[in-house]
T-cell receptor, first 113, second 116 residues
Framework: EDQVTQSPEALRLQEGESSSLNCSYTVSGLRGLFWYRQDPGKGPEFLFTLYSAGEEKEKERLKATLTKKESFLHITAPKPEDSATYLCAVQEGRGSTLGRLYFGRGTQLTVWP | DAGVTQSPTHLIKTRGQQVTLRCSPKSGHDTVSWYQQALGQGPQFIFQYYEEEERQRGNFPDRFSGHQFPNYSSELNVNALLLGDSALYLC???????????????FGNGTRLTVT
C-alpha cells in the first residue's frame, strides 16, 4: 500500500502561472514531511520540512503547507528554472525509526516561457 | 563545505556480477542511508548505517549489503546482479543528534547502474 501519493504526475505551466502540487500520505504518526527538488541526473535537493498540521514554510517562489492528511507545494509566478521533479517524503514516528523516508513518485513540473 | 559525494557516477555491469558503490557523507554527518531510484519512481529505502552498524533495512533481498567505516563513509554492495537492479543508487547523510531524529537527509548525485 502506497504511503505517499503525489498529484499530478506531470504539470506544465506557462511562466508566471501559479499552481499547487499535492502530496497525500497515510502513516502511523507523522514525524516529518519533506519536500525535495530533483533535477535530471542529480540527487534530490532538500527544500522544506514540516512537522505539524497548520505549519507553513516559504522559500522564494515556493510555499509548503501541511494538514493532517496532505501537504501542498504552492508555486507562485514560476520561472523556467523552477522546472524539475518535486518529491514528497514522510517519516513515521513509530518504533525505533531513525530516519527512513517514504517517497512519492514525484510531480514533474515544466515551466515554459 | 563538500556535500555528499558518490563514486563512480556511472557503471555498467553484466547479470550475475557483483558491484560496490561508495559514499562520503557531508561534513559533520554521521548517519548514511542508501536508496534505489528506478526510472520514473521515487527513491526506495535500502538501509541505514550509524556507528558502523546497519540500523534499519527496507524490503530488499540479502544480495544488497553494506558497510560503514570509522570515518562515516559507506559502501553498498550488490551481488548476483539482475536486470531489475538497474537504477540510480542514492546515498544520503544526516546528523543523528540527540535533539532531532528529523535531521533532513542530504543526498549525493547518485551512481547510475546499468545491468546488461
Amino acid at each position: 500500500e502506497d504511503q505517499v501519493t503525489q498529484s499530478p504526475e506531470a504539470l506544465r505551466l506557462q511562466e508566471g502561472e501559479s499552481s499547487s502540487l499535492n502530496c497525500s500520505y497515510t502513516v502511523s504518526g507523522l514525524r516529518g514531511l519533506f519536500w525535495y527538488r530533483q533535477d535530471p541526473g542529480k540527487g534530490p535537493e532538500f527544500l522544506f520540512t514540516l512537522y505539524s498540521a497548520g505549519e507553513e514554510k516559504e522559500k522564494e517562489r515556493l510555499k509548503a503547507t501541511l494538514t493532517k492528511k496532505e501537504s501542498f507545494l504552492h508555486i507562485t509566478a514560476p520561472k523556467p528554472e523552477d522546472s524539475a521533479t518535486y518529491l514528497c517524503a514522510v517519516q513515521e514516528g513509530r518504533g525505533s525509526t531513525l530516519g527512513r523516508l517514504y517517497f512519492g513518485r514525484g510531480t514533474q513540473l515544466t515551466v515554459w516561457p | 563545505d563538500a556535500g555528499v559525494t558518490q563514486s563512480p557516477t556511472h557503471l555498467i555491469k553484466t547479470r550475475g556480477q557483483q558491484v560496490t558503490l561508495r559514499c562520503s557523507p557531508k561534513s559533520g554527518h554521521d548517519t548514511v542511508s542508501w536508496y534505489q531510484q528506478a526510472l520514473g519512481q521515487g527513491p526506495q529505502f535500502i538501509f541505514q548505517y550509524y556507528e558502523e552498524e546497519e540500523r534499519q533495512r527496507g524490503n530488499f533481498p540479502d544480495r544488497f549489503s553494506g558497510h560503514q567505516f570509522p570515518n562515516y563513509s559507506s559502501e553498498l554492495n550488490v551481488n548476483a546482479l539482475l536486470l531489475g537492479d538497474s537504477a540510480l543508487y542514492l546515498c544520503a547523510s544526516s546528523a543523528r543528534t540527540a535533539s532531532s531524529y528529523n535531521s533532513p537527509l542530504h543526498f549525493g548525485n547518485g551512481t547510475r547502474l546499468t545491468v546488461t
